[in-house]
């Protein structure tokens, strides 16, 4: 069964607005993180942000804020004034601790393809 | 401090050739990773490592073996390639996430195989 979907297979955003990436995730385990990995053209995975399920508050990096829903299961990543850099493609991804049956391996949703028009 | 470098960064193989995938990290992470990217796929696991001497199998592990004989080292085996194998490669590596932890721990990726298969 698929644990992370992410509905946006593309999306566009005009330079400087404000643009949020749809997540959802399942998993009956108390313990997880879920994370977000941008992949420009290069090819190279960059982490961006990160939130624990015991975190309270939500996840801040900069322009990259992750809004956590945990009663719906959703991790939105939300990217403040889009810049012309920040076409890439975008992963979410969760990770269930290590032990109690889990070795805490990292899944992925197939991703969002970003595209800022100027 | 390298991080997690692979080598090569592309490769071409004739179906039916051998090869191996060169992954190496310098953080004393326990925990490595392979995954294979195809396009509208996602990363999908192939074989992890929780530490030297412990393999298992991801999600894809037809076609492919592991060993891990240091922390440093885990080298992925294409037994006899298939063209199904064309695909870009990523190594990974992290501390062992234990859930009775309060931090969690981010994956670190390299930069990337990219194999085609003939």
């Known amino acids: 069964a698929q644990k992370i979907t992410q509905t946006q297979p593309g999306m566009f955003v005009q330079e400087k607005e404000a643009v949020t990436l749809d997540c959802t995730y399942d998993?009956?385990?108390?313990?997880?993180?879920l994370f977000w990995y941008k992949q420009p053209s290069s090819g190279e995975m960059i982490f961006l942000i990160y939130q624990g399920s015991y975190d309270q508050q939500n996840a801040t990096e900069g322009r990259y804020s992750l809004n956590f829903q945990k009663a719906r299961k959703s991790a939105n990543l939300v990217i403040s004034a889009s810049q012309l850099g920040d076409s890439a493609m975008y992963f979410c991804a969760m990770r269930e601790g290590w032990g109690g049956g889990s070795q805490g391996n990292l899944i992925f949703g197939k991703g969002t393809k970003l595209s800022v028009k100027p | 401090n390298a991080g997690v470098t692979q080598t090569p960064k592309f490769q071409v193989l004739k179906t039916g050739q051998s090869m191996t995938l060169q992954c190496a990290q310098d953080m004393n992470h326990e925990y490595m990773s392979w995954y294979r990217q195809d396009p509208g796929m996602g990363l999908r696991l192939i074989h992890y490592?929780?530490?030297?001497?412990?393999?298992d199998q991801g999600e894809v592990p037809n076609g492919y073996n592991v060993s891990r004989s240091t922390t440093e080292d885990f080298p992925l085996r294409l037994l006899s390639a298939a063209p199904s194998q064309t695909s870009v490669y990523f190594c990974a590596s992290s501390s062992r996430w234990d859930r009775y932890k309060g931090t969690v721990e981010t994956q670190y990726f390299g930069p990337g195989t990219r194999l085609l298969v003939l």
């Open positions: 998993t009956s385990d108390p313990s997880y993180g």
């Open positions: 490592s929780v530490g030297a001497g412990i393999t």
